[in-house]
């Protein structure tokens, strides 16, 4: 699944984040406290994703207000997650 990634900044200076699927919904949605140095969880949702100017909505955990950003879909980039990378091949153990 292509996703894109949002960002924004909150009112209390907190960096918001999102990551969206093709249909513009919120697959995952956090927040970061520079100051702080702490990352959480901001649940999110998408406000009229099927529109070219939609909205996003986080709560913001660290003032625990519910911020509202405006995006332009021809602005997103879209990627493919990157591919896992295969675990080592376990070496032999030799008899003694």
Do not use: Y
């Not at 949605?29 to 529109?51: C, M, N, Q, V």
Request: glycine share 4%; charged share 25%.
């Amino acid at each position: 699944m292509k996703t894109a990634t949002i960002l924004s900044v909150c009112e209390c200076q907190a960096r918001l984040g999102a990551e969206l699927d093709e249909n513009r919904q919120v697959v995952s949605g956090w927040a970061k406290d520079r100051r702080r140095r702490l990352t959480r969880e901001a649940p999110a949702h998408s406000i009229h994703p099927d529109h070219d100017v939609f909205q996003v909505a986080w709560f913001c955990p660290f003032c625990i207000r519910n911020t509202t950003r405006s995006f332009q879909s021809t602005g997103l980039s879209f990627k493919e997650p990157p591919e896992p990378t295969p675990a080592p091949a376990a070496e032999p153990v030799a008899a003694s």
